[in-house]
């Protein structure tokens, strides 16, 4: 940066500025995910959760049990909470605190702001998916030690992946309903409408309607990202994964982005 | 320079902004002034390119907002001091605006010093601050890149009058180093003692515009004299049309002609000066409109 020592620019002496590179803007997009005290403590909690879920599972699992795919699921579900809320505030933030009024005029265009939210928020859900991993490494080593039992290494490496995959769905998940709705209360309550209500219903419907039980894999997407938790998905239950990210996450995406290009900052 | 052609925003059919062209120049403080409701911060957010116009356009340096590669170098931007996360330290709110710039990262200290916010209450969240000390924090992100253009919403809301007269210098010097400034009032004392040029606005249209000196003029003289009698007759003897206006003479002429004709008759004057009535009355007129349209929406 060779500009740092300007004298204060003024009309006559134009000076040509470079664009922000999408680099900066990342940068402090993933800043601003931790600098308030919420925020800190939602980070926070990604960690104290994977504690939580790894002595629970120590104490309360039957001896049997204690094997890390346990410590992984039990680890994974409150991430599946917990991320996407990041994800959610991150984008309604702009609106809900205002602050966009900002953050818009400092980078006015909104894709490139947008982008480096989501590339922010991916990145914290991988490395929290991986701290989560690694604590439940631990658990698995300690807990199997504790109850004298044989270490049972049952997720592959592939698995593994497939776990952080489903979690940045759901991740992906609240920040496009952050996108739809732009306000933190609708966007989280949107979101339990989705991770829990949608899959119950959609359950419900398939053990009463048997014409729908066929097409569920293809149109319930939590039923369809189940696999992914589980282990590794064949070639069917992957193409149902498409479908039903595409009609799930995809096409509303789509709407919310282009809601956000013309919506009004107040 | 902020160029503004023929901007007009509606809602619904509705015209919010309607028409409006003025241009704010380099080297002076352009007011912006308009009862509330009257269109100015809808005009502000076009500048921006956060509201898109429904036709028109606004230029800074004949460039539209959104192809400033780095805005908040060129255009210093404050709509709403409030308008920022209340757990954010004040310090905060500028480092990630330093940043985002691509600044060094002594600016943030260097500004904070400019605007008066002290280490201790720039280590504060913002949702403690008074109304004053948010404002104070919003000029500063506007500062911090050292730009040559400044768009300031209501900026003197909530500071006191030592406050108040702090932005007026700070302000008038930013325009006497040759930057433009854009500020928006609803209060016309506020904008009389500040602004070289005036853009009135009112339900959306620009009601009058010129250098203040020129809409001042316009309100002809109020002049007082020893002798008032001789005063009046000297004044129609000149030609020019007169009126009473509380004990004093009002004439439709600049002071300077009325001193003239104060000379040539030979009478002590004990109060001569532009008469700012004319200003005053129409804006007291829009705020009236504005008010009966309220009451019956």
Not at chain 1, 59 to 84: E, H, N, S
Not at chain 1, 98 to 124: D, Y
Not at chain 2, 145 to 165: F, Q, T
Request: hydrophobic share 45%.
């Amino acid at each position: 940066m060779t500009t740092t020592t300007l004298a204060p620019v003024r009309e006559q002496q134009q000076t040509v500025f470079g664009q922000i590179p999408m680099s900066r803007v990342t940068r402090v997009e993933l800043r601003k995910m931790f600098d308030t005290r919420s925020g800190f403590w939602l980070m926070a909690s990604i960690v104290i959760a994977a504690l939580v879920s790894t002595v629970a599972t120590i104490l309360f699992a039957p001896d049997a049990d204690l094997t890390y795919y346990t410590f992984a699921k039990a680890i994974g579900f409150p991430m599946t909470v917990i991320l996407p809320i990041i994800a959610v505030l991150s984008i309604t933030g702009e609106w809900s605190q205002r602050s966009g009024l900002t953050t818009f005029t400092l980078v006015p265009h909104r894709n490139r702001v947008i982008f480096a939210k989501v590339v922010a928020s991916v990145t914290i859900g991988v490395a929290a998916m991986f701290v989560a991993l690694a604590i439940g490494v631990v658990g698995n080593v300690i807990g199997s030690s504790i109850a004298g039992v044989d270490l049972v290494w049952d997720v592959s490496f592939v698995h593994a992946l497939d776990i952080v995959l489903g979690s940045l769905l759901c991740l992906l998940t609240g920040t496009m309903l952050g996108l739809l709705f732009r306000s933190s209360p609708v966007a989280l309550v949107a979101y339990f409408v989705y991770a829990l209500l949608v899959p119950t219903m959609s359950g419900l419907l398939a053990t009463s309607q048997q014409g729908y039980q066929d097409l569920q894999p293809w149109v319930d997407l939590n039923y369809a990202q189940s696999f992914l938790f589980e282990g590794t998905l064949s070639g069917a239950q992957w193409a149902h994964l498409a479908v039903a990210v595409t009609i799930w996450l995809v096409l509303p995406a789509l709407v919310a982005l282009r809601l956000v290009r013309t919506s009004e900052v107040k | 320079m902020i160029t503004i052609e023929s901007l007009t925003k509606k809602y619904g059919g509705r015209a919010v902004v309607d028409d409006i062209s003025f241009t704010a120049r380099a080297g002076r403080v352009t007011g912006f002034l308009g009862p509330n409701g009257a269109g100015k911060s809808t005009s502000m957010r076009m500048m921006v390119g956060l509201t898109r116009p429904t036709s028109g356009t606004a230029t800074i340096h004949g460039r539209r907002f959104a192809d400033l590669p780095n805005p908040g170098r060129e255009v210093g931007v404050m709509l709403d001091a409030s308008a920022q996360h209340a757990g954010r330290t004040g310090r905060e709110i500028l480092t990630l605006a330093q940043q985002t710039m691509g600044l060094d990262s002594r600016r943030v200290t260097e500004t904070l010093g400019v605007v008066g916010l002290t280490e201790s209450e720039s280590n504060r969240r913002i949702g403690g601050y008074s109304l004053g000390m948010r404002q104070r924090l919003g000029i500063a992100v506007a500062l911090i890149g050292r730009p040559s253009v400044l768009i300031l919403d209501e900026p003197a809301n909530g500071l006191d009058p030592a406050g108040i007269r702090w932005m007026r210098d700070l302000l008038r010097g930013y325009a006497d180093e040759g930057g433009t400034v854009l500020l928006s009032s609803h209060l016309l004392h506020e904008i009389e003692v500040i602004a070289d040029d005036i853009v009135m606005i009112g339900n959306g249209r620009i009601v009058a515009q010129g250098s203040k000196t020129e809409l001042l003029r316009a309100g002809g003289t109020v002049v007082r004299a020893r002798d008032m009698k001789a005063l009046e007759q000297a004044l129609s003897a000149a030609g020019l049309a007169t009126s009473h206006d509380q004990g004093a003479v009002r004439a439709e002429a600049e002071p300077g002609v009325v001193g003239l004709v104060a000379r040539e008759y030979g009478l002590a004057l004990t109060e001569l000066r532009a008469d700012e009535g004319g200003l005053e009355d129409l804006f007291l007129q829009l705020t009236a409109d504005t008010q009966r349209e309220g009451k019956a929406a």
